[in-house]
């Protein structure tokens, strides 16, 4: 009598989930998407659609970009602001502990703007208005508290190049690309000013960049003449940069076809690659690691979010829903909530491997994988 093996529930496939909820009301592409580190909400930027040609808006609204606030729990939309001008409109927008109850965008318009987060929903007017007179297509970054290790890191760019800054605590600190390609400018957000008297009381204040040429560099601003250490991981122009919560390493992506994976030596200064993965499809437009150090996620020009383990860099997923180029990718910061941007104007949460619970199982697991 023949006997068949019994299926190992460790070893199934499942099929890959569908968001948990589509956040329409965008006209036009959304650039980028963050979540409140403390609220239940998600802000979106994008840039207006031109109304018809003949209405009286046109001259208005045509430059004109929205900022848009959501209720992660209702998936509604709580608030909006016509935020940024410029052909682009919004194309960044960043939240973090440190900053409390207020929100960062950039527009395509060399400007910086600082909201309140109110009762009703964003402040009608910006806080504060930075005029960093750059006109590119770099994300901006906020210095924001991280754990043992270091006390500070973010995610930022320059000139096509993204960058990540480690700090010890300073005053609220974001780093843009500068209106020469191959500059970094840090801006203190409480003041609106480039001042950098705030430097030599710093312990420790490490930036990295990704460069147009692919390549990915280590500067310790007190100290610019020269990286501290200088490697090439991409073929193309690396895009997107993020660092892990103890800023011992992080995965970037680019124009290029692979995602790279790679750890940080702080006694040596170098980078140490640890993971190489090659794509069929190129073109990396955002990383994101999950808080819990657990998975990380990119957008794909091919319309595809990508999840994989961040520690053993096996791919867990693809998840399949955006019907146009993927923009951005960012976690909440409870774990539980992932969140895309699209060129199809809308924005996707999903909910996937949950983060370890109470009773400490671990949503991620060895041989736990999500079939594409």
């Not at 919004?90 to 395509?108: C, D, E, F, P, T």
């Not at 030599?200 to 460069?211: A, C, D, E, R």
């Not at 619970?357 to 949503?363: D, F, I, N, Q």
């Amino acid at each position: 009598m023949a006997m068949a093996e019994a299926d190992n529930p460790q070893r199934r496939r499942r099929p890959a989930p569908d968001p948990v909820a589509v956040l329409r009301g965008h006209r036009a592409a959304v650039n980028d998407v963050c979540f409140h580190p403390s609220l239940p909400l998600i802000f979106s930027g994008y840039p207006a659609p031109l109304p018809p040609l003949d209405s009286p808006l046109q001259q208005r609204l045509a430059a004109d970009g929205e900022l848009r606030v959501w209720d992660t729990a209702s998936h509604r939309t709580v608030s909006s602001v016509w935020a940024h001008g410029g052909s682009v409109g919004v194309y960044s927008v960043a939240a973090s502990v440190r900053l409390g109850n207020k929100i960062i965008s950039q527009g395509r318009d060399g400007s910086c703007k600082c909201w309140t987060i109110e009762e009703a929903g964003l402040s009608r007017r910006p806080l504060s208005t930075i005029r960093t007179s750059t006109y590119h297509f770099c994300k901006m970054s906020l210095v924001k508290s991280t754990c043992t290790t270091c006390s500070a890191q973010s995610d930022l760019s320059s000139a096509t190049d993204d960058v990540e800054l480690q700090s010890a605590l300073g005053p609220n600190i974001m780093a843009i690309a500068g209106q020469e390609s191959s500059q970094v400018e840090l801006w203190d957000i409480d003041n609106s000013r480039k001042d950098y008297a705030w430097l030599s009381k710093l312990s420790s204040l490490v930036v990295q960049v990704i460069y147009e040429d692919g390549s990915t560099l280590l500067w310790d601003v007190r100290n610019p003449g020269l990286p501290v250490s200088s490697v090439k991981y991409h073929s193309e122009s690396a895009l997107s940069i993020a660092v892990d919560g103890p800023c011992n390493g992080g995965i970037s992506g680019g124009a290029d076809d692979k995602i790279v994976m790679f750890s940080l030596d702080h006694q040596k200064g170098a980078f140490i690659l640890r993971k190489e993965i090659k794509l069929e499809r190129p073109g990396v437009s955002g990383t994101a690691i999950r808080p819990d150090n657990k998975i990380a996620a990119t957008a794909g020009w091919d319309h595809r979010i990508r999840v994989y383990s961040y520690s053993k860099g096996n791919a867990l997923a693809v998840l399949k829903y955006h019907s146009a180029s993927c923009n951005a990718v960012t976690f909440s910061s409870d774990s539980k909530l992932l969140a895309s941007c699209s060129a199809d104007t809308t924005v996707a949460l999903w909910k996937l491997y949950p983060p370890k619970t109470a009773s400490g199982e671990v949503g991620v697991r060895t041989g736990d994988e999500i079939s594409q």
